[in-house]
């Protein structure tokens, strides 16, 4: 106590000269701009939120502790310096008592006590984190120029401009605009015509009618899923040293089509937070949460999955976070958070949110939904169609006193062929082939034993092929006394090894017979599940093979809706499978009710959509116009005299099914979220330290930060916290996202750290239009269109870049946007404009990722044997975002562009600039080939034009300008410089020409030229103006 | 830090300086005040930066070569002699081992597996090692061996990128990035840190432990390829020859100085040098690549094949760039995971295949950079990313030998940058199971490592995503009784 008092004696009599001049000095103190950055570096580690690391039991961060009575001594009291503590122990020089201890690193300057202490004098005033306040309504300020401004951001922008004395900059010309908006909007420079067409629109609304074009095409969403896919850390691996393949690229394709929709945000946040738990969750839905599936997944052999499946919990919630809240919460995965007021309990509250789905580091990643691409999904649901209106049209074509004819009849046979010509009828189609379709023939040798087709089926040596097909709606019925039979005709140049026939029953495939060798293993040899019948029988001949049911373990009465023909190497046919011995065919193919009832028994897949209610009812309850359908249904499709009539319809019938069938085999698995039910719900515990092997005693439910609950509604799951995260009563959702727009079309965003508006995070330079925005963007239905229009719409927007000396000493940054911005394109950018202004580029979007040509030996992995496939064709040259994404060994010349590994969420690519960048815009074969079709398509254009006319036009391709006469007399130059060079050596010229393929037929007193024009192509290309936004 | 984070009036009025020439070709802003302590020619003094407190501590390196023995050799048949475990060879080994123990592969309860090779003492200092590496050997005692290492991680992805970015998880920056931004580059025409592997992949973590993590991508490592370009592009395309791109980047940089005068934009003065400088580099990285240029005697001390693209070829080349002026130059070479399921794998066949084709060269590199006078200032290092079992790992009943993967000990050793030759430092248990004097820390290793360097590991400090970074995260200490 003594020596506290003489301490504060001390501090007394140092403090007066200190603190005379102070507030004059500093004038007001901001507590946001310049007392909490102070606090947090300085006091909050061992005097803030994190319970573990604090000392004195004293919070800084928190008024209520700071200013509170301790004995009657006081921290801080406001307005009185000389009785803060605080004040003394900044003060002292006294190396035990001094604040912060002479042992840490950061110790405060002379300027920083001076602002704690003009800080308590005025009050001690705390005031809440701006990020996390709730926005009031904000009106426009009054600016000096209120004609400059087209829309609310301009005067935001202007007033700005206004307090700091600088006036805006002229407005860019309309050629550099284009290519402005163009490159923002879509990625891409603009198509020459329609910038021909907004050069030349003298209506007032010329631009923003070509904004509009722009926000139309559909590559907009290729462009904008891009930065997403940064974000969501999208990649086609799994991660970790296996880093095996992953199909997750249906979800890419799935936010392309929400950003070319304009899905309002809120819908596409709830759908990829949350789909699978919507009430009757559409399969899109349920995919959009492949979001969170982007996470790694580890296949190394002895891991623990438990240990990885909680690293990607753990992901999820920093990942989440971070694109919604532009929170940074992974520091309280171990301790409370140093900084922000987020406690590690609160941390395993949202970890709960997460903690609950299926999915577990497993090798399958499942769960798992089983996704069309989109060109087959539009195929899939096509043929669907078509299959529902040709079955209308066939019941509807059928004649009713037929039909009675036919129920009346019921003709004797010795034989039912069940396969003849085509499938039974109405079965499903399929094969180990990866289309479905089984091999029908007609005219080749040795042509059919029955009807006019037969199959004809060839392996590979020593494969197993098979064609099979089920749920056929008019099994066969087994009768005493039946066998069955079938032809085989067996290649005597190729033989197969094994045939084998197996039939399907009860949903069983356990009945096989076969003959040959016995090298196909399924079931039990020596049993009916895999009997042999002899040897494969010889060839040349059709041959006509039979066996009895009990070789099957089949019995009177059976019912057999399936088979397949299976072959071991070799060249096998086969022709009419039938069931011989049959004094009558089955009552079902002469009686409708008798129909009616097997299958609504046996309810299989193959019931046509519109049958589905009909055969559901029982067949007395049918009403006279369900009668109509099912009878002209049964009558077509399964009574042998009706199928005979109207065989031309079951046939294009089949053909759409069998369409729809291959097509339904492309599905892929792609890995999605799945809610475990009650019964299998996990309990979250604080996982102390962070390590999974040592949860803390008391379970916790989900939750969300205090300092973010925007109310006292508990959220319970994923679902309602994907709700709660676009709530419109919680501000920060909307600000963060408002601000990633402005970064992307500005280069900064107006908060520049967007991954963190935590108290670490910069202060934003536009709070107001921060807000504006964000209110704007919720009042506008969240729509990222509208988002972008009101932004590349303003007179700040549409600035001149050009800076002057006076500029850049002003504002340097351009933070004040007292200009046009200006900047390096991102890495797929750069390759797509290339590409583009080549004439290369493909425009086919969506589908499996590609894999354009990349150096050998790059993807030697350890144990993943994977290999780079060079695409061939258009798929060589599609935008960057198709490219194969290996998180281990991403494609080269995208890293050196300062692309992520997307190994975890990255909200802003740090752009560099470096001489590895310069190599592979020079010399990567991908960019001499764009070099290569330029100067192709100059020469085109006028093989024996003006040197000048020519390189101006591409010029004007690369840059949207014309050249000025400076830069036309360089290119030209060098382009006889070159010729003359390639002239001499002409074989450089031919090898250089060979980068292209398309350019090998180039006539040879062409070929210096070409070359020479690729070198002009070569610099074009590499222009800082094409690198850059301008 | 990078260059976007500049001054943009300094850059502008200076235009092309060497300042700024510097801090676009990837010198760290800690370059111009450390670099200058260490007699680098461009080192400039630059007021107000973060790191003018740079060097934090005298350095006594300048540059590290970085050698991993990926998969991690095992320590019993190399550097910590074990007898204690040759009369238990083939005895299920103690219960009181097993308490606890998780294993990557090992299944059931394994026996002890004792080492099939002789130990013998060396040099004035007596070190013992195998004989297995008889050159090394040769030269004990220049080393400094540890034998109390010991890490946090058992699988070889996570423990490597533990080593080299001091976490387990993704997205950290490497040690060589922390460097490189730390000192910047000692050589224009070259990038500040290079990486070559061999023994036919690259480690198990892939790119990401020379990966740059939040760190700007101009300080991640620059792999040398043995095969094509040695870095990627910087061969002219064919038919396109020096003169050719000569001419041809003269004319680009008068348009794009066109460009400059008409914008006003510096980043695009900072693009024309950028494109000098790879033009530089297409010719000194070739050359600096080419060991055909090496006298025959050196490239038989190193048992190095021009041409080839092996370990010895490696550590000449990393001679090669040390001289050249690279700070951090990290080796892989791949093969040493004895796991012993087969011949491939095992302690028999692969573990002295792996030692006769690289104890010499290593030996050669510290030997011939002690005989250059460049070992005083050049940290060797060699080791793997944790160490292996005392016991056999009989994965699926294999009867080849070898051993599974060990995070509780394992054996490195370091020369040269300081270190003190000939001593062993640290002890493990009789059977080498745990270490029971000095451990050392993978936390601490790069602590001293740093130290070494003129860092202290506590300050090298970035702020990212609202929290301070460093690379021995919130641990690590100087190890003192290592260095001189």
């Known amino acids: 106590m003594t020596r506290l008092f003489i301490n504060s004696v001390l501090a007394f009599m140092i403090c007066p000269a200190v ?29 803030g939120p994190d319970v573990q690391a604090r000392r004195a039991d004293l919070r800084l961060d928190l008024p209520s502790s ?40 950061d110790q405060l300057d002379q300027r920083e006590k001076d602002i704690l202490i003009a800080w308590i004098r ?15 309504s904000i009106d426009a300020p009054s600016v000096s120029d209120p004609a400059w401004c087209r829309n609310p951001v301009d005067r935001f922008i202007l007033a700005r401009l206004d307090s700091a004395g600088l006036s805006p900059t002229r407005e860019a010309d309309r050629a550099t605009l284009a290519r402005r908006a163009s490159l923002d909007l879509v990625g891409l420079p603009p198509e020459p015509a329609m910038l021909e067409e907004y050069l030349d629109d003298d209506r007032p609304d010329a631009y923003e009618r070509y904004v509009e074009r722009l926000l139309a095409s559909e590559r907009f969403g290729e462009h904008w899923a891009r930065s997403w896919l940064d974000l969501a850390r999208y990649a086609d691996t799994k991660g970790y040293e296996q880093d095996g393949a992953r199909t997750i690229w249906p979800w890419r394709d799935w936010v392309i089509q929400a950003y070319n929709a304009d899905m309002p945000f809120d819908r596409f946040t709830i759908e990829q937070l949350a789909g699978d738990m919507l009430p009757d969750a559409r399969p899109d839905q349920v995919l959009a949460t492949a979001f969170n599936r982007n996470t790694m997944n580890n296949d190394e052999g002895g891991t623990d999955d438990e240990e990885f499946r909680v690293a990607s919990v753990v992901d999820r919630v920093n990942t989440t976070m971070e694109i919604w809240t532009g929170m940074t919460v992974g520091c309280a995965q171990c301790h409370d958070h140093k900084y922000d007021p987020i406690s590690q309990q609160e941390y395993y509250e949202l970890f709960a949110v997460f903690n609950n789905t299926a999915d577990r580091d497993t090798q399958d990643e499942s769960p798992v939904l089983s996704v069309l691409g989109q060109s087959d999904q539009d195929r899939s649901s096509r043929l669907r169609d078509r299959i529902i209106e040709q079955t209308t049209r066939l019941i509807t074509s059928t004649d009713t006193g037929s039909i009675g004819e036919a129920i009346k009849s019921s003709d004797s046979v010795d034989s039912v062929s069940w396969i003849d010509d085509e499938l039974p009828p109405v079965a499903l189609e399929l094969s180990t082939e990866s289309d479905s379709a089984w091999p029908w023939v007609r005219d080749e040798k040795p042509g059919p034993v029955s009807g006019d087709r037969y199959m004809h089926s060839i392996a590979g040596s020593d494969r197993i092929r098979q064609h099979y097909c089920t749920d056929s709606l008019s099994p066969m019925v087994l009768a005493e006394g039946d066998r069955f039979s079938v032809w085989v005709h067996v290649d005597p140049e190729d033989p197969p090894r094994q045939i084998m026939v197996q039939l399907h029953s009860l949903r069983s495939w356990e009945h096989r017979v076969y003959w040959g060798e016995n090298h196909v293993t399924w079931g039990i040899d020596g049993t009916p599940s895999r009997k042999n019948l002899g040897q494969v029988p010889e060839g040349g001949s059709w041959i006509r093979l039979e066996f009895a049911p009990e070789d099957v373990g089949l019995l009177p009465g059976a019912v057999v809706d399936g088979i397949a023909f299976t072959q071991y190497g070799g060249t096998v046919s086969w022709d009419a499978f039938s069931l011989v011995g049959q004094g009558s065919a089955p009552v079902h193919q002469h009686d409708p009710d008798a129909w009616h009832r097997m299958i609504r028994a046996s309810n299989p897949p193959t019931i046509p959509p519109q049958l589905r209610p009909v055969v559901s009812m029982d067949p007395g309850e049918l009403s006279e116009a369900d009668r109509r359908i099912r009878d002209g249904y049964w009558y077509a499709m399964i009574n042998p005299s009706g199928r005979n009539i109207h065989e031309a319809q079951r046939r294009n019938l089949a053909d759409a099914q069998r369409e729809l069938a291959e097509v339904e085999a492309r599905r892929v698995p792609v890995p999605v979220m799945r809610e475990l039910d009650r019964s299998e719900a996990r309990t979250t515990y604080v996982l102390q330290r962070g390590s999974h092997l040592d949860p803390a005693d008391q379970p916790l439910d989900p939750g969300v930060p205090g300092i973010l609950s925007a109310s006292d509604e508990p959220v319970d799951d994923r679902l309602e916290f994907a709700r709660w995260l676009v709530d419109p009563a919680n501000p920060l959702t909307a600000r963060v996202q408002v601000n990633r727009a402005w970064e992307s079309i500005f280069g900064t965003g107006i908060v520049e750290t967007t991954e963190d508006f935590g108290t670490q995070g910069e202060l934003p330079s536009h709070p107001e239009l921060l807000d504006w925005l964000a209110m704007d963007f919720i009042e506008n239905q969240w729509s990222w269109k509208h988002l972008l229009r009101t932004i590349v719409t303003s007179s700040a927007y549409r600035q001149s870049s050009v800076t002057t000396p006076e500029l850049l000493r002003v504002d340097p940054y351009n933070r004040l946007i007292s200009r046009g911005s200006r900047y390096r394109l991102a890495a797929e950018t750069l390759r797509d404009q290339a590409l583009y202004v080549s004439g290369l580029l493909s425009g086919s979007m969506f589908g499996p990722s590609v894999y354009p040509p990349q150096p050998e030996g790059v993807w030697k992995v350890v144990y993943n044997g994977s290999e780079w496939m060079t695409s061939n064709g258009e798929d060589r040259y599609r935008r960057g975002l198709y490219t194969y994404w290996r998180r281990t060994s991403p494609y080269p010349s995208m890293m050196t562009f300062d692309a992520p590994s997307r190994e975890v969420c990255v909200s802003r690519r740090i752009r560099t600039n470096t001489p590895l960048q310069a190599l592979i815009l020079m010399n990567d074969p991908v960019f001499v080939e764009t070099a290569l079709a330029l100067a192709a398509s100059m020469h085109q254009a006028s093989p024996d034009g003006s040197d000048r006319a020519m390189i101006s036009d591409a010029f004007r391709v690369c840059t949207c300008r014309e050249p000025e006469e400076e830069e036309l007399q360089h290119l030209v130059q060098l382009l006889q410089t070159e010729m003359a ?24 007193e062409q070929v210096p030229r070409v070359a020479a024009l690729s070198i002009v192509a070569n610099v074009l290309l590499n222009l800082d103006e094409v690198l850059t936004r301008n | 830090m990078d260059d976007m984070n500049m001054d943009p009036v300094l850059r502008f009025n200076q235009g092309i300086t060497r300042r700024h020439f510097l801090s676009s070709s990837g010198a760290g802003l800690g370059a111009i005040a450390l670099g200058s302590l260490l007699g680098d020619t461009q080192a400039m003094p630059l007021a107000g930066d973060a790191y003018s407190g740079l060097p934090h501590i005298t350095p006594s390196a300048k540059r590290i070569i970085y050698l991993h023995m990926a998969g991690s050799p095992p320590q019993q048949d190399l550097l910590d002699n074990k007898p204690a475990l040759v009369p238990l060879d083939g005895q299920p080994c103690p219960d009181s081992i097993l308490e606890n123990a998780r294993f990557a592969f090992i299944k059931g309860h394994p026996k002890i597996l004792a080492s099939p090779y002789k130990f013998a003492r060396h040099g004035q200092s007596g070190v013992e090692i195998s004989e297995l590496l008889p050159h090394l050997s040769g030269i004990a005692d220049d080393l400094t061996i540890v034998r109390s290492m010991h890490t946090s991680e058992f699988n070889h992805a996570p423990a490597q990128m533990f080593l080299y970015t001091g976490s387990p998880r993704l997205g950290r920056p490497s040690m060589g990035s922390w460097v490189t931004w730390g000192l910047g580059s000692g050589n224009e025409n070259l990038p500040a840190y290079m990486v070559l592997v061999s023994g036919g992949k690259v480690p198990s973590a892939g790119r990401s432990v020379w990966g740059s993590g939040f760190l700007p991508s101009v300080h991640q490592g620059v792999q040398c390829r043995t095969q094509g370009d040695p870095i990627l592009y910087v061969g002219d395309p064919p038919g396109i020859d020096r003169d050719v791109r000569r001419r041809s980047l003269d004319a680009l940089e008068r348009l794009n100085h066109h460009q400059a005068r008409k914008h006003g934009d510096p980043e695009t003065l900072s693009r024309i040098e950028q494109y000098e400088l790879a033009f530089k580099m297409q010719v000194s990285v070739p050359e600096v690549m080419d060991i055909s240029r090496e006298p025959e005697s050196i490239l038989q001390m190193y048992g190095a094949e021009p041409g080839g693209s092996g370990f010895a070829n490696n550590c000449l080349l990393a001679r090669r760039l040390a001289e050249q002026g690279v700070r951090f130059i990290q080796l892989f070479d791949w093969g040493w995971d004895t796991h012993g399921t087969g011949t491939h794998d095992d302690i028999m066949n692969q573990l002295p295949m792996k030692c006769r084709q690289t104890d010499q060269a290593v030996a050669a590199l510290i030997a011939d950079l002690k005989q250059r006078g460049m070992l005083d200032d050049t940290i060797v290092i060699w080791g793997g990313e944790f160490g292996r079992t005392a016991m056999n790992e009989e994965r699926n009943g294999s009867k080849f030998l070898g051993r599974d993967h060990h995070p509780h000990a394992f054996s490195i050793f370091m020369a040269g940058g300081g270190f003190k030759p000939g001593l062993a430092w640290g002890a493990t248990d009789e059977i080498g199971y745990r270490v029971v004097e000095n451990p050392v820390h993978v936390h601490d290793l790069q602590a001293t490592l740093l130290h070494q360097l003129g860092f202290d590991h506590e300050r090298l400090v970035y702020r990212h995503q609202g929290r301070d970074y460093r690379l021995t995260d919130v641990h690590g200490r100087v190890v003192d009784e290592l260095i001189s």
């Open chain 1, 19 to 47: 603190m005379a001049q102070d507030d004059q000095q500093l004038g007001t103190v901001d507590f946001t701009l310049d007392v909490r950055p102070i606090l947090a570096d300085h006091c909050l580690p061992c005097h």
């Open chain 1, 66 to 105: 700071a200013t509170s009575s301790r004995d009657g001594l006081f921290v801080i009291k406001p307005g009185d310096p000389h009785a803060s503590l605080l004040v003394e122990r900044i003060l002292s020089t006294d190396p035990d008592d001094r604040m912060p201890p002479p042992d840490h690193i």
């Open chain 1, 122 to 136: 005025q009050g001690a005033r705390y005031d809440a984190h701006w990020a996390w306040e709730r926005s009031a």
């Open chain 1, 981 to 1004: 060079h390639y002239e001499d050596n002409p074989g450089e010229a031919v090898t250089l020409l060979e980068h292209h393929a398309a350019l090998s037929g180039t006539p040879r």
